[in-house]
Structure formats: structure tokens, C-alpha cells
């Protein structure tokens, strides 16, 4: 597993680095937030719930605090040195709030370094959003879609980078379906995964067409690992009677395939900061469990599926008054 100890630490009252990270109030977001709070970033979180984001910050702010003091490597200790961390509200159910959300970041800040567009939600039971999305369609993909290209400019200013949390579980499309195709079939706890695996997709593809058409901004998508004790699976565990059933096996899994909440953080940690990666050699890449490269499935990686991705994407937010 890659040593996050060894990306490079800033001093935020020398050089300041700004990351937003959406959802990074809990799981594998929690962590990121942390070591990029620790490695000298103000980091703007963008969440959807106030109270949970901000008992997020004060507790991160106190494992970091712990962390340093309780650090024993003297130069290490002397090159960390606190950014900051920033709530603002955005629901990636609602294109409007992530509108707004773009515009107000805008006005507050005049470059971006690192965009990692992290939240997500998983296997909900079918339904359509205001905005006439499938649930797990746009919040995994549509609406990140939107703050992106809105936070181009200054992510273009900073030479920054984009990292998008796709999965692994993406690979569960295997032929390129249609956007709009609904999967909405009985049993749910069948066709809800294509519906995720359609979203996850999508954002592989993407990132694939930003690196594309914006060279200048290093966009990265990544599986962090199969993280079984984060939020993305309470909707299986919290049902009632059949939500034991489902959270042992859960936990069967995380047993003998999975990785912890803070070792998950790591590939997008390493494809936030590293100095190994490049414009020229990494643009458009995928990276798996801790940092490591990989490939895509087939139809992910095929530039004409992503094209077409794009151009649906486009399409459907100009119907709906976002110009892109
Ligand atoms: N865990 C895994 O095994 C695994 C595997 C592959 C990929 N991933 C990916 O890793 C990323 C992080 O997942 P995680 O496991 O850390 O899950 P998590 O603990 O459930 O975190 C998801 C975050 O997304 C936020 N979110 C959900 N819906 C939102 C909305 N409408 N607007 C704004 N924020 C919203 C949640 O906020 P609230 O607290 O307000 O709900 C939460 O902060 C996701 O993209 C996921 O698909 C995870």
C-alpha cells in the first residue's frame, strides 16, 4: 500500500493549495479530507447535510491534532504544517444546488488545485429526481459532471487536477448501454447494480474526455478498494430483518477482500498529490486499491462509448438550462 507520508507536504502560509472534495463526511471522503487537511490544504467539502458535515471537520481537526502530537518522526513533524477545512452546501440530487454551489465557489476562490469528486450513493431502490434522473445516474455522474466542467477554468488556472471515484463494480456493464436505459425491473436487488455499474461507467469515460479535451487539468479516475464499513452500504444494512443478513456478509467480504476506511483513501490521495504523475504519461488513467494502475473494462475504455457518453450528458443538461 502506497505511503501517503511520502506525497509532498505544503505550508499553506508560503504556497496555498485548495482542494474541494464532495462527500467528505464519511468513509473513504473522511480520510482524504484528513491527509490533505494535514498535508497543507484548505479543503472545501461540499455535502449535503450541514450537521453532519461540520461534526465531520471537528473531529477531523482532533485526529490531526492527535496525529501530530503523538508523531514520533522529527522531520515529518516538521513539515506538516494544518490547512483548513471549509463547509459548503451542495446536494448532488438537485442540478440547481450544484450550480450554485460552482458559482459561490467561483466567487470565493480564484484557482483550484485538486477536484475530487468523491460522493456517491449505491444499490438505492429505483427513483427519479427532480431533475428526471435516475437517482444513482446523477448523483454518481450527472451532477458531478456539471460542478466539473463549472470549476474548469479555475482547476485550468492552477494546472490542477480532477479525480473521480468511479468502482470496480463498473464493470458489471458489459455492453454499452444507454444512458436513459432505466433498468427499472424487478428484483431490485438485481437491477440496481447495473444501474450503479451504468453510473460508474459513465464517470470512467468522462474523466476519459476531460483528459481529453482539457490536457491542461490531470484527470484520474480511480477504485479505492472494497471498503465494507463506510455509509455507501446502509441502505442493504439498515433494512429491517434481511439488514443482518446483508451486513454479515458485508462483512464476510471486507474480511477477506477489503481494505479499511483509511487504506481506500489512499489511490485517490495518491492520484491527488503525487508528483510521480503526469500530464504527459497519466492523463486520463485509471488506478485501483492503493494507487496502483489498472484498466478499465472494455466498454469503459473505448473512446467512442465515452464520446457518445459526453454528448448525451451535454444534451440532456442544455434541455434542462445548463449550458455546458
Ligand atoms: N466503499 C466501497 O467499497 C467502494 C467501492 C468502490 C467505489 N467506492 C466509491 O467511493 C466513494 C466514497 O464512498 P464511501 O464508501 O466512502 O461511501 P459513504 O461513506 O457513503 O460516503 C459517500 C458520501 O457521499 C455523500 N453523498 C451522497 N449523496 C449525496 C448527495 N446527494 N449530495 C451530496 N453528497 C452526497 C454522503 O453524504 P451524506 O453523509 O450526507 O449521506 C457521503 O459523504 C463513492 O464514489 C463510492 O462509489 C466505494
Redesign the pocket.
Known sequence: MFDVDTLPYYNPSIERKIAII????????WYTVLHLYMHGFTVYI????SV?VNKAIDKIIREAKHRYETCKDPYLKSIIHMGDIIYLH????DLHSVDKAAKKFLKLETKLDVLIN?????ALPYEITEDGFEIQLQ??YISPFLLSVKLLPLLQIAKGRMIS?????HNLEQMHFKLNQSFDYKPNMIFTWFRYAVA?TAVIQFTKMLSIKYPDVLCLSV??????N???FSYWTRLPIVGIFFWMLFQLVGFFFGVSNEE?SISTLYCALSEDLSLDNDNGKYFTTGGVESTPSRIANNLDNAASTWIWTIHRLRERGFEV
Do not use: E, Q
Not at 464532495?22 to 471522503?29: K, L, Y
Not at 451542495?90 to 440530487?93: C, K, R
Open positions: 464532495t462527500g467528505g463526511n464519511s468513509g473513504i471522503g461540499f455535502g449535503r447535510n453532519r451542495m446536494d448532488l440530487s468523491n460522493a456517491a450513493v449505491m448523483t454518481n471515484l468511479s468502482s470496480i463494480g460508474k477504485h479505492p478498494g472494497l471498503v465494507m463506510t455509509n455507501l481506500g
